[in-house]
């Protein structure tokens, strides 16, 4: 079956410093799209990229999505305190309305 | 306006007991999902469904029962629960054009 492992499991950074994690799919994807969990919060969505390619903004964080549409990385610019949390992918096949979620990424910004 | 809403929070149960757990949406999604969260292990997708009356298996549906007779109402059922059960449960809704998952606050079960 599908699955979609993310790397590194773990990141501690000081504050300031940069972050990435990437997602890989075993299988090609319709869509992908990537959440924040606080610690003891909720997953909440940040953003879908759905073409072959495509690179998103969002202030510091930047999300790509790799031309086989297999792969997406997250990357955080000049991390701050309140970027701590889990982040998540999430992937769906197409024809599929269930998004299977890579392992998570959890971050730790030392201040 | 109250999103996603999961009840209950928290439950402790004997092994071998049942229980359901009731998710309910205020925001008229198509789609809805049961996703259970292990340490180390992200969210793994227990059932899903993409409209009133359809359920379909995701990742781990075994030990697990759903239904959906509303379209705002998804519910969990454990029928005869096991240790290998604990976990943190979250609700997801989403609209059908955006594919964005709206969570619930997660309900916490243990399993004696």
């Known amino acids: 079956g599908q699955q979609v492992m993310q790397i590194p499991q773990y990141q501690h950074v000081q504050e300031g410093e940069d972050f990435t994690t990437y997602c890989n799919s075993s299988?090609?994807?319709?869509?992908i799209q990537w959440y924040k969990q606080r610690p003891g919060g909720h997953p909440v969505f940040l953003i879908q990229l759905v073409k072959s390619g495509e690179v998103k903004k969002q202030k510091r964080l930047t999300f790509q999505f790799g031309e086989a549409k297999k792969n997406s990385s997250l990357h955080i610019t000049a991390t701050q305190t309140t970027d701590v949390g889990t982040y998540f992918c999430?992937?769906?096949?197409?024809?599929?309305?269930?998004?299977?979620f890579g392992t998570g990424t959890r971050l730790k910004v030392l201040a | 306006n109250a999103g996603v809403t999961q009840t209950p929070k928290f439950r402790v149960l004997k092994t071998g007991q049942s229980m359901t757990l009731l998710c309910a949406q205020d925001?008229?999604?198509?789609?809805m999902y049961w996703y259970r969260q292990d340490p180390g292990m992200g969210l793994r997708l227990i059932h899903y469904?993409?409209?009133?009356?359809?359920?379909a298996k995701g990742e781990v549906p075994d030990g697990y029962n759903v239904s959906r007779l509303k379209k705002q109402n998804f519910l969990l059922g454990l029928e005869s629960a096991a240790p290998s059960q604990t976990s943190v449960y979250f609700c997801a809704s989403s609209p059908a054009h955006t594919g964005e998952l709206f969570f619930g606050e997660g309900s916490r079960l243990t399993v004696l």
């Open positions: 999430a992937g769906s096949t197409s024809g599929t309305y269930k998004y299977i």
């Open positions: 925001m008229n999604h198509e789609y």
């Open positions: 299988t090609t994807l319709s869509n």
């Open positions: 469904s993409v409209g009133e009356g359809t359920t």
